[in-house]
C-alpha cells in the first residue's frame, strides 16, 4: 500500500536556524507530493508540490526535492523566523487515482523560539 | 472566495446523538472529502466523494455517512455519536481529474462526545 514517513516532532528551534523535516514514502505507482502546514486553530494549507522527480517545490523561503531514488521528499528552510510555528505534513496523492485522494503522513509539530 | 465553509466550527454532543457536520466550497471543484484529525494519528479519510453523484468509503468509514447533495456541498453525519468519534474533522475539496493539484481544506469542526 502507499503509506508516508515523517520525522517525529517536535522539533524545537530558535529563530533563524535551518531546518530540515524528514519524509520518505511508499508508493505502488507514480505520485505527486505535497507538504501542507497547519498553523493552530486552522485547516491545513497547501505549502509546496512537486508532481515528477527531480522537481523542486519552493514557497515561502521552503523548499523540498522529489527525489525517487531515495523515495524522499524532505522539507528545508534556511532561517525559520517564530511565525513559522505550525504543525507540516508530508503527503501523496497517486497520478490517475480515481477521486485524487491524498495519504499524509502523522505531522511534525515546529516550535521556533525567539 | 470564502473556499470550503464548514459549519459548525464546534459542537459538544452526548452519545446516542446524531447530527450532521456540513461543508461547502464555491471553486467548482468536482471532488470533496471528509478527513478526521486525532492527536498523534495524523488525517484519515472517512469518505470521499470523486465527483457529483458519487461517494465512496475511505480509511475509517464506520459510523459514518455522507451525502453529497450537489455539487457544491458534501455533509457528513453521524448517527449515533460515540465518545471514539470525538474529533477535529476536516472537510476538503479538489479540481479532480488525472494529476492532483492540492486540496483546499475547510477550517474545521471541532467535536466532543461526552
Known amino acids: 500500500g502507499n503509506s508516508v514517513t515523517q520525522m517525529e516532532g517536535p522539533v524545537t528551534l530558535s529563530e533563524e536556524a535551518f531546518l530540515t523535516i524528514n519524509c520518505t514514502y511508499t508508493a505502488t505507482g507514480y505520485p505527486s507530493l505535497f507538504w501542507y502546514v497547519q498553523y493552530p486553530g486552522e485547516g491545513l494549507q497547501l505549502l509546496l508540490k512537486?508532481?515528477?522527480?527531480?522537481d523542486k517545490g519552493s514557497n515561502k523561503g521552503f523548499e523540498a526535492t522529489y527525489r525517487k531514488e531515495t523515495t524522499s521528499f524532505h522539507l528545508e528552510k534556511g532561517s525559520v523566523q517564530v511565525s513559522d510555528s505550525a504543525v507540516y505534513f508530508c503527503?501523496?496523492?497517486?497520478?490517475?487515482?480515481?477521486?485524487?485522494?491524498?495519504?499524509f503522513g502523522g505531522g511534525t509539530r515546529l516550535m521556533v523560539k525567539p | 472566495n470564502a473556499g470550503v465553509t464548514q459549519t459548525p466550527k464546534f459542537q459538544v454532543l452526548k452519545t446516542g446523538q446524531s447530527m450532521t457536520l456540513q461543508c461547502a466550497q464555491d471553486m467548482n471543484h468536482n471532488s470533496m472529502y471528509w478527513y478526521r484529525q486525532d492527536p498523534g494519528m495524523g488525517l484519515r479519510l472517512i469518505y470521499y466523494s470523486a465527483s457529483e453523484g458519487t461517494t465512496d468509503k475511505g480509511e475509517v468509514p464506520n459510523g459514518y455517512n455522507v451525502s453529497r447533495l450537489n455539487k457544491r456541498e458534501f455533509s457528513l453525519r453521524l448517527e449515533s455519536a460515540a465518545p471514539s468519534q470525538t474529533s477535529v474533522y476536516f472537510c476538503?475539496?479538489?479540481?479532480?481529474?488525472?494529476?492532483?493539484?492540492?486540496?483546499?481544506f475547510g477550517s474545521g469542526t471541532r467535536l466532543t462526545v461526552v
Open positions: 476538503a475539496s479538489s479540481e479532480g481529474g488525472a494529476l492532483n493539484y492540492g486540496y483546499t
Open positions: 503527503a501523496l496523492s497517486l497520478h490517475f487515482n480515481a477521486g485524487n485522494m491524498l495519504t
Open positions: 512537486a508532481t515528477k522527480a527531480d
